[in-house]
């Protein structure tokens, strides 16, 4: 059973992705077309795990941004379709990656493919949806566009090496752990935006405003993240409600929370996420603690910084329909219900 605490705060209810969903919706539907025809392989495996997960649902805003971005930036090609589905399949091959090093046991609301199929085919699955995501950017032929998610796929690897380094690390500061998040999701973020302004050939300026934008709205919507493990409805996450605590993994209110605490507190910490020994009543507990040094709270009042910021990186651009399901996503990110 999930212990559940309500956040303090004011919270933006109606703020929804519809305004995103519907201006991009017909350049999704190729999207989701193209993501369907390049899972497809001779080895029966390949769609079969692939599609376990792509059916599994998400709200693919990554791929969305680079569709938007790229509609505000006046581009009048196809291109941003293939990057748009080249951004969802970095991001799945992640996913895929990542619960095979996370150990996880629930993605989306499923059984992980990892439970399913093993770790080495949801690896060598997740490497297969890389190649054909570098096959479509190549098709385009910016130069520029693949150079940038070039680089976003080497950053978050190092992202990766970097949380495997400080998991656990009872020595890992905010500034290590923002680091992680900077690399291991922000950086998709920040490509799938910026890319859309490359392809259109906008100028630079337009660019890093889109960059920014991506990048701080990645940072915002990874701190959600953490902060909804210790708050949310498992219905919402679609995982239980404290799995990353279940799983020794150190999400940032637990980085906050370690770093207020005094001895005994420190050494419930080291005892349950450094060595693993987690008893019963031991999440309730680590919740208690979360919320004795308002760690959630302060969580959120970070994420909604960086929300901040990625708003004023829009200001550049005219105000428009587009613009504003941008800034809108902005506002749902930081305030998904909990």
């Known amino acids: 059973m999930g212990v559940v605490v309500k956040l303090s705060g004011k919270r933006d209810s109606t703020a929804s992705l519809a305004p995103l969903v519907a201006l991009v919706e017909e350049d999704m539907s190729h999207v989701n077309r193209i993501i369907l025809d390049r899972a497809r392989s001779n080895v029966d495996l390949i769609p079969e795990l692939a599609r376990h ?75 297969y949806l890389l190649g054909q995501a570098f096959k479509m950017m190549v098709d385009v032929g910016s130069l520029g566009a693949l150079r940038i998610l070039s680089d976003a796929r080497a950053i978050i690897a190092e992202g990766e090496v970097m949380q495997l380094i400080t998991a656990k690390n009872t020595e890992t500061t ?79 209110p637990w980085v906050l929370s370690y770093r207020r605490g005094n001895a005994e507190e420190r050494a419930f910490w080291e005892r349950t996420l450094k060595e693993g020994d987690i008893g019963e009543n031991d999440l309730a507990e680590a919740v208690d603690l979360i919320a004795r040094h308002n760690a959630l709270a302060d969580t959120m009042e970070r994420a909604r910084h960086y929300g901040a910021i990625a708003r004023d990186a829009l200001a550049i651009f005219p105000d428009g329909e587009i613009k504003s399901a941008l800034l809108e996503a902005i506002e749902f990110s930081v305030d998904r219900p909990f």
């Open 174 to 252: 905010e500034d290590d752990y923002l680091a992680v998040i900077d690399a291991k999701t922000a950086a998709l973020f920040s490509a799938a935006a910026e890319v859309g302004a490359v392809i259109a050939e906008r100028p630079k300026s337009e660019a890093a405003a889109l960059r920014s934008y991506g990048r701080n709205l990645g940072v915002a919507f990874q701190l959600v993240d953490d902060a909804l493990d210790y708050s949310g409805e498992s219905s919402t996450l679609g995982k239980s409600t404290g799995d990353d605590f279940r799983e020794a993994r150190s999400p940032f």
């Open 53 to 127: 997960l792509i059916d599994s649902g998400g709200k693919r805003l990554r791929p969305m941004l680079t569709l938007a971005a790229a509609k505000m930036c006046g581009y009048g090609g196809d291109g941003h379709i293939r990057l748009a589905a080249s951004v969802e399949f970095m991001h799945t091959a992640t996913l895929l990656h990542d619960d095979v090093v996370d150990e996880s046991n629930l993605r989306r609301g499923k059984t992980t493919a990892r439970l399913l199929w093993g770790n080495e085919a949801s690896v060598l699955v997740g490497d």
